[in-house]
């Protein structure tokens, strides 16, 4: 069964970059599927931010594309989330999902506050 | 954007009642639409997807039915693990969005 495992900086700062990865284990992050990330925070509920495909191909939420970008490293079997210019708009508990619109398996989450 | 509105935003039921919850879609979304589950401090899980296919692992308490804008989710016989949140999703069109949730308390 696969399993997603997200980490990073719990605390960024206003203006700074928010960096997280999301461990795939359980199965190849090549296989046939579509891997996103989606935030939730009391203020704006749960928002889809984007997806990518093994290929490398994404999509992103058109309100956060300007500042987003997903990677993909096969060799570690993991996906990565960079976001920009963070503000407090921006704190939440960021999860990665497997699948594209249907997302069939979750990580735990990771939270994530921006403040000085 | 979609945007997807759900009612009621909290109600309190008790155990064995069949509880419908409800979800509209600000335009059509034909049958694109997921729902899952949420308890608290966990992530969500998907129960239902095609807006009435139940995904592999959860009980045939929950059903969702619908199709265009309109659409629900309904637990036959509600238990005392039903307690969570539940939010809708529309999965037609980037950017995929979601209801705002309805929280279900167990009397």
């Known amino acids: 069964q696969v399993q997603l495992q997200e980490s990073g900086p719990g605390l960024v700062k206003p203006s700074g970059t928010l960096s997280l990865t999301c461990a795939v284990s359980g199965g190849s992050i090549s296989s046939s599927t579509w891997w996103s990330w989606v935030r939730q925070s009391p203020r704006k509920g749960l928002e889809w931010i984007g997806e990518?495909?093994?290929?490398?191909?994404?999509n992103y939420n058109p309100s956060l594309k300007s500042r987003v970008t997903i990677s993909v490293d096969k060799s570690k079997n993991q996906i990565s989330l960079i976001l920009t210019s963070v503000t407090a708009a921006d704190t939440a508990v960021y999860y990665c999902?497997?699948?594209?619109?249907?997302?069939?398996?979750w990580g735990q989450g990771t939270r994530v506050t921006v403040s000085s | 954007d979609i945007q997807m509105t759900q009612s009621p935003s909290s109600l309190s039921a008790s155990v064995g009642d069949r509880v419908t919850i409800t979800c509209r879609a600000s335009q059509s979304i034909t049958k694109f639409l997921s729902w899952y589950q949420q308890k608290p401090g966990k992530a969500p899980k998907l129960l239902i997807y095609a807006a009435s296919n139940l995904q592999s692992g959860v009980p045939s308490r929950f059903s969702g039915s619908g199709s265009g804008t309109d659409f629900t989710l309904t637990i036959s016989s509600l238990q005392p693990e039903d307690l969570a949140t539940y939010f809708c999703?529309?999965?037609?069109?980037?950017?995929?969005?979601f209801g705002q949730g309805t929280k279900l308390e167990i009397k």
């Open positions: 990518i495909y093994q290929s490398g191909t994404t």
């Open positions: 999703q529309q999965t037609d069109k980037a950017p995929y969005t």
């Open positions: 999902a497997r699948g594209s619109g249907r997302f069939v398996g």
